[in-house]
Every structure is written in C-alpha cells, then in structure tokens.
C-alpha cells in the first residue's frame, strides 16, 4: 500500500472520528441543555416514592364565631406492593379486607399490580388503622404498607346553610358554595413523605423518610347568623309544607349597609355530610330504578340554590323601582296629594285592557301613599308611561337589574329582560308592576336594599373576613358600594310609604308591635299562562 493511500485513509479516520466525537457533543449538549430539566424530574420520580399528605382545610365559621365546616383527623392507608415480598402478599390483602371490610380479590389484584403505590382505603377513623398497626406489629410485616394523616370535612349542623357552604369531594377540593368559591382560600397546600427507591419501586438504603409538612388552608368567616339561619328555616319549612310549595322557597335577610347576607334558606335543604343521598323520600325509594343522566339531574337539581340561580317574575314588589324612580324624576312630589291618582278598575293600552287587580270594587282616587299601600295596578303603569322606556331602563341599571350583582357564590344566573328597543307601550305597562320579566330573588333584595340605605347599590357577600392559618391574623373584606341608585331624599319617602304598606295596606301580615317594618307584597304570574 503506497503512502498515498495510507495518510489518505488516516486522514478520512481523522474525519470520521472528528464527526463522531461532534454528534457525541452535540447530543450531550441537547440532554444537558434541552432535555435536562424534564431528565431530572423523571430520574427523581423513578427514584423517589412521594406519598402527598392533605393540609386541613381553613374551618367555616358563622359571623359570630360558630363553628359550620371544619376538618376531622382520619387516615389514608396505601399500599407500595414493590415492597411485599411474595410470601406476604396474601396476608397483607387477607388483613387489609378483614380490618376494611373490602373485597379481597379486589385487595389481592392491587398487592400483586408492578406499581410503585397503590390506595387501598381513605379517610378511615384511626380506630381501624390502629387495628392495622397492631397486626404489622403482631406479624412483624411493616415494610410496603403506609398509614398516613389525611382530614375529612364535617358539617356540625348537617343541613343547616346548605346552599351556602356546600360541601367538599373525596379529594378535599371544593364542588359547590363557599367551599367551591373559595378553594383556593381554603385548601392549603399538601406535605408529603419522600424515600428514595431504585427503577422498580423497591426502597433503597435504610428506608428513611422526608417529611415535608402540609400548609393547613385558610379559615372564613362568613356573614350567616346561625341562629338567624335556622329560624328562618324553620318557619320557610312550615310555610312551604302548609302551602304545598313543590318548588320549594327562598327566605334571604340582608344587611343593606353593608351587603352582609344574615340568612339565606333554599327549602329543602340537604345533609352537607351526605352531600350525594336525595332528599325526597320517594325518588330516593326509586333511585335504583333511575339512569345515571337522571340521577346528575336530581342531585343537580336538590344543590341548586334557588336565591341566586332561578329567576321569576317578581310581581307588585317591584313597584318600589317605579315608585323610586317617578319621585327621583319629579314625575312626583308630594306622596299624600290626595285625588292624584284615580283607579276606575282597569287602564287600557295601546288598545289593550290591563285590570287593577281589584277591578271589581276600585280603589277610586288615591295619593302615591295610597297607590302604593293598595298596590294599584292602573297608577304604575301610567307611572310607568311617563317615566319612559329610555329612562326606566336607565334606573334598571342603576339598580343592579340588568346584571349580575356579584355575590361570592357559584352559580349566579342573570335577569330576563327585553331588549330596550323592543320594549313598547304595553311592555312598559307590565314592567311598571313587574310582571312579563324575571329577576333572581338575590337581584330583588341588593335593589330594594338600596332604598333602605339611602340609595346605595352594595354588592351582597356571604364570607365577611379570612383568618391566616399560620398568623391567626383576621382580614376584613371591605363591603363594595357599586353605585347611587336614588337620592336619600327620594329614599326616605319611599321607605315611608313601605311602612304604610305594613301598617294599613296590603302587607298588615308583615305587622309587629313595637316593631317599624316597611314592606311591599306582590304576586307573580304563572309563566305557563302566557
């Protein structure tokens, strides 16, 4: 071989051992710089055993300081089936479906499963674990089997403020109310124990545990009186019974001041400690009998809170917004004038006849006190006509009406309205008493809670502060006033009258001794009529 050839072959060696060592460079360059940090992560997963332990989550406390959610110490027992050797796996499943009461077969698949872990049981009382620790200690079988802290909420009052709190899944996470609002507040942040293992889950070295703690979730204080709550249950409960409500109720107390909700009951309730049981008797005597689909729809249905997510026509009480606004605009000014107003039993609009609902014996001639006392259809509604259709849904806005009011729950529907410019002589005729349009009972109270402070529209809450888990510092939230709806002028005269309405007029039911109450009664329409 000449020395040609050979320096020409060295040289091509050279070349290719140079390419080499390049792609060997390059693809060391692409795991390290590229690749690095997902490497990490996997080679820490495969050589690490995590077993995450649940914080306890923030208590749910009423505006006085009672106790309505909190978390209950339990335990959580799993299995590392990498770590039972082949001679134990039958005792340690025999064991775990004798002291659990679970199905062995079902215990025996998942102690044999190539898993590094695997749940065999949640949230038990430590009455049962310490059965387990006593049979690890007797048999001397410890490794592969982890008891662990874990918390389950309870519900002290059971029933009580249902649709407000809600309640919590099997993971501790939020599924409807306060606790579904405010997860983020109260869920805190899950500790975990740590041992090293090698590829096939097995414990290496001494089996040493880290132990990260678990940040406990942040407590609430919520705007409920839990005695309010519950004589206002009480007694929607007996007046849903009496009068046969299908439907079912709402009662909401409101603080106007301050948008504080002091109650808010959607009848029937339903048992926060068995959040997935139907309340009604009989469809739980026929809910083997029902499909998936029907069974969602039914729980669905038994959690909605009705004060905030179903709208209805809200009837004669919305003539204070007609009221309010006829005296803010001046269409009004002395509300005892009498002879003002005349009802001669009916008023005929754009050709269509609208009755008083007293059209067999009519009110004759009344002032805006009168009007208002005997809920005098005919009046509003030429109230209403000169109000406006542009200026009447201004004062909509301005009530909140139009939109949602904000409240810190899940679930809030909006109002029913036409739009303004389809709005016609009839339409305004049966806006001005309230019917032909639906607004949420939630809706109904933040506008005539504005009358009774003085023409504020507050935003409504039903959680008032939050208490730091760690500090016990306590945060108050401030309550929001979202606009001026009337002057306080215009707003002590209507909150005159309404005390007119429960003195004299169609609300003496409402009456008290000793007692100033102002109020205004209406009576809603079946929809399906029209």
């Not at 097995?202 to 705007?223: P, Q, R, T």
């Not at 006509?385 to 810190?408: A, H, M, N, P, S």
Request: proline residues 3%.
């Amino acid at each position: 071989m000449s020395n040609i050839t050979r320096k020409k072959r060295m040289k091509n060696m050279f070349f290719t051992m140079l390419l080499v060592f390049f792609l060997l460079i390059m693809r060391l360059g692409f795991i390290q710089f590229v690749q690095g940090d997902e490497l990490q992560t996997m080679a820490y997963v495969q050589q690490t055993l995590d077993r995450m332990i649940n914080p306890n989550r923030g208590t749910i406390y009423d505006r006085n300081g009672e106790v309505l959610a909190m978390s209950a110490s339990v335990e959580t027992v799993t299995v590392n089936p990498s770590n039972i050797s082949a001679e134990n796996k039958e005792k340690v499943a025999e064991a775990l479906a004798n002291i659990f009461e679970l199905d062995y077969e079902t215990i025996l698949k998942r102690v044999k499963r190539k898993t590094s872990i695997e749940t065999i049981v949640k949230k038990v009382d430590k009455e049962k674990t310490d059965k387990l620790r006593k049979w690890m200690q007797d048999t001397g079988i410890v490794y592969g089997i982890n008891i662990d802290e874990d918390t389950k909420r309870y519900y002290p009052y059971g029933n009580l403020a249902s649709h407000i709190i809600g309640f919590t899944g099997s993971d501790n996470q939020g599924l409807d109310g306060v606790e579904a609002k405010y997860d983020e507040t109260l869920s805190g942040e899950k500790g975990k124990i740590m041992r090293k293992t090698d590829a096939s889950g097995v414990v290496i070295g001494d089996g040493e545990e880290n132990y990260v703690k678990a940040v406990d979730g942040d407590s609430i204080v919520l705007s409920i009186d839990a005695n309010m709550q519950a004589i206002a249950t009480k007694h929607l409960e007996e007046v849903c019974i009496d009068n046969k409500c299908e439907e079912g109720g709402v009662v909401i107390i409101m603080e106007p001041n301050t948008g504080d909700i002091l109650s808010m009951v959607t009848y029937p309730e339903y048992n926060l400690n068995d959040p997935f049981t139907i309340n009604n008797p009989e469809i739980l005597n026929s809910w083997g009998t029902l499909s998936q689909t029907d069974k969602n729809n039914k729980l669905q249905k038994m959690w909605r809170n009705k004060a905030i997510a179903d709208t209805y026509e809200p009837g004669s009480t919305f003539k204070l917004i007609t009221t309010s606004a006829a005296l803010q605009e001046g269409i009004v000014t002395d509300i005892d004038k009498q002879g003002e107003f005349s009802c001669t039993g009916a008023i005929e609009i754009a050709g269509t006849r609208i009755k008083c609902w007293r059209y067999y014996r009519p009110h004759g001639a009344q002032s805006l006190r009168n009007a208002l006392m005997n809920s005098c259809n005919p009046v509003f509604i030429s109230l209403g006509q000169k109000i406006g259709v542009k200026t009447y849904y201004e004062y909509l806005r301005k009530f909140g009406l139009l939109d949602r009011t904000g409240i810190d729950l899940p679930g809030e529907a909006g109002s029913i309205f036409l739009a303004e410019e389809k709005v016609g002589p009839v339409e305004l005729a049966t806006l001005s008493f309230g019917q032909r349009f639906e607004v949420t009972p939630i809706q109904l109270v933040t506008a005539v809670s504005s009358i009774a402070n003085g023409g504020k529209l507050v935003t409504p809450r039903v959680v008032k502060a939050v208490i730091d888990s760690e500090t016990g510092e306590r945060k108050e939230i401030e309550p929001v006033v979202k606009s001026q709806t009337i002057n306080e002028e215009t707003a002590s005269k209507v909150r005159d009258m309404m005390t007119s309405v429960v003195a004299e007029g169609t609300g003496k039911n409402a009456k008290v001794e000793g007692y100033t109450i102002g109020g205004k009664t209406g009576t809603s329409e079946d929809r399906s009529k029209y």
